[in-house]
């Protein structure tokens, strides 16, 4: 028997027959999925731990996460292996060693996603964009998304959870992104909250189509109150398309977040 | 009862649950479903006119296509009654009124395709590039790929079509493109053989293995000869992206075509 080691994974999936990244009572799960991968290649059960619990529908090209395991088999050959016996609808990219004090979800500094919608009935893009017909502003979307960056408590734009104490985020950037009838809305933040970035691009739409003024948008962020959480944009024009571990990022979380508030637990996402 | 007018639209569909464009004895097709659509819209049989044959499995977004109807609904309303009655899989983008003259197959003057494919598993692009785990040398594949644009018979990279009585066709432009694990190969011609896009990337992928050099493939293309034609690539990495109306073009390939044949038929397109 071999000592345990950790092994690190980028994996990318197609969210649309999921229900979600994490294990359900029924349903399947992306965890799920490749926790069962794992105990057929290495005949034992394994834990899989990701840095973003994706919701129901929603998709991943830079899902980060790790697993422990027992094994002679060198990282090259567990990835081919992996993939293997996954569906076609998840697929391990990169598969490496690492630390045994690496966590695919504590040690991540920053997640990013992107959310695509296009303005044109679309059969290619139907699974990984949002349709929407009404006429958008988009430069008074840009003004609203331009508000976001920096510390915030993003209650207003998020579903409750009962495992999350604060709803402060540290937003890094944001940028709505227009390319003939397409828009693709990037962020990148320090973690996210349940249903944060489709609230946020349910809020935008409002604002792109005139029912809301940029004032307003600004005026819900700062309620904090989620008597006024915009309807949620449908999950399928969310992708999860990063996750990054920069130790000087992290540092420098911890330390405004601790500023802010005293007693914090540790970082996490929960989904978007 | 109105007179008659020819009506011309932009079609996109994703061909993963097609038997094709073309109407067949059995199985759901692109022009099928158009025209089913069409009559239950205008309450009489309507027959659509394509541009390009496109193969089982092969994706469009650029389709062109025509139908003659006696309406007074504006083109506008006729786009979008279409799209509420054809299924998620098939969408009208642009409709609009033509001449009585234009043909969306016979008057077209090129015709533009993408073939894309990745070097890594994928599950967000299952079904719409080809996987090729093999390591491919680009700049050979390149150097092959240039051999292409001319005036030339293409009988070597085409399946035998019973309706097709000659097989010059002239390539204004290719190109294959490398980005990341990603790789499009982009073509435009006056017109395409069935089959002709998928034997050229499955020849110039035998050529970036190694199994071929780029002079062998050359030779192939001269050989003007079936027994030669490479293994054609899946259809699902296969698209097309646009159809031309140029007359200046039009009239140019008349010019040319018919100095190099007599008695030609009318240009036409044959899938890929």
Chains 1, 2 share one sequence.
């Not at 076609?88 to 959310?115: C, G, K, N, Q």
């Not at 998304?145 to 409750?160: E, I």
């Not at 691009?201 to 989620?226: H, S, W, Y």
């Amino acid at each position: 028997m071999h000592d345990p080691r950790r092994f690190r994974m980028t994996v990318e999936y197609d969210g649309t027959d999921f229900v979600g990244w994490q294990l359900q009572p029924s349903g399947r799960s992306v965890q799920g999925t490749l926790e069962e991968a794992a105990e057929r290649l290495f005949g034992s059960a394994t834990r899989v731990h990701g840095a973003g619990r994706t919701d129901t529908g929603v998709h991943a090209r830079g899902q980060v996460a790790h697993f422990d395991a027992a094994t002679r088999l060198d990282p090259h050959t567990i990835g081919r292996a992996l993939n293997a016996v996954l569906p076609a609808d998840v697929s391990v990219r990169d598969l490496a060693v690492t630390s045994a004090d690496f966590h695919a979800r504590f040690s991540a500094s920053s997640r990013e996603y992107a959310y695509s919608l296009t303005q044109q009935r679309t059969s290619l893009h139907r699974r990984d964009r949002w349709i929407v017909y009404a006429r958008l502003e988009h430069r008074r979307i840009q003004e609203a998304a331009a508000l976001l960056p920096g510390t915030r408590d993003f209650t207003s734009f998020s579903k409750f959870s009962p495992t999350v104490d604060h709803c402060t985020c540290h937003m890094y950037e944001t940028a709505w992104m227009v390319r003939e009838e397409s828009c693709v809305f990037t962020l990148r933040a320090n973690r996210f909250l349940k249903g944060m970035v489709r609230a946020l691009v349910g809020g935008l739409v409002l604002v792109g189509r005139g029912r809301m003024t940029v004032g307003q948008f600004g005026d819900i962020l700062e309620a904090k109150d989620r008597a006024f959480t915009p309807m949620l944009a449908p999950p399928h024009g969310l992708v999860l398309t990063a996750v990054n571990y920069d130790p000087e990022d992290f540092a420098m979380m911890k330390g405004i977040i601790s500023e802010l508030r005293a007693g914090m637990r540790d970082d996490e996402d929960e989904e978007s």
